[in-house]
């Protein structure tokens, strides 16, 4: 039921580029989203990235376990989503970026990341 398989994420540079070029955004402290429509060609209804800025996080170990939290929490949460989009029939490439110099516990992440995907929703 929760999953998060490899066609899910946003792996391709021109999607990635056109994103944050033309993407609007929410911010949620400490995340701010980046999201665009996108044209549905493999039946995926959200493809989605997650940064932590090396710039903000110096170690590669605390951002790794960052990404890892995150998306954990995006994955138990990103179900109400997709039932939106698959109800209007839309792709939608989103961008999750920290913005936190430290780590936050677990639960904090999890709570954030779903008032995150709400307003995205009623943003939508």
Same mark, same amino acid.
């Given at each position: 039921?929760f999953k998060?398989?490899k066609k899910?994420?946003l792996c391709?540079?021109k999607? /990635?580029? !056109?994103?944050?070029?033309?993407?609007k955004? +929410?911010?949620? $402290?400490?995340?701010?989203?980046i999201w665009?429509?996108e044209?549905?060609?493999d039946?995926v209804?959200?493809k989605?990235?997650?940064v932590?800025?090396?710039?903000?996080?110096?170690?590669?170990?605390?951002?790794n376990? /960052?990404k !890892?939290?995150?998306?954990?929490?995006y994955? +138990?949460?990103? $179900?109400?989503l997709?039932?939106f989009?698959e109800?209007?029939n839309?792709?939608l490439?989103?961008?999750?970026?920290?913005?936190?110099?430290?780590s936050l516990d677990?639960?904090?992440?999890?709570q954030?990341i779903?008032?995150?995907?709400?307003?995205?929703?009623?943003?939508?």
């Amino acid at each position: 039921m929760f999953k998060f398989p490899k066609k899910q994420k946003l792996c391709s540079e021109k999607a /990635i580029e !056109r994103l944050f070029l033309n993407g609007k955004f +929410i911010s949620e $402290k400490p995340f701010r989203a980046i999201w665009c429509f996108e044209e549905n060609n493999d039946h995926v209804f959200v493809k989605s990235l997650v940064v932590v800025s090396k710039k903000r996080v110096k170690l590669a170990v605390k951002r790794n376990s /960052i990404k !890892r939290k995150i998306k954990e929490a995006y994955r +138990i949460h990103k $179900k109400q989503l997709e039932f939106f989009l698959e109800s209007n029939n839309k792709q939608l490439n989103l961008a999750i970026i920290y913005q936190e110099e430290e780590s936050l516990d677990y639960i904090i992440l999890e709570q954030k990341i779903n008032l995150l995907l709400i307003r995205l929703i009623n943003e939508l």
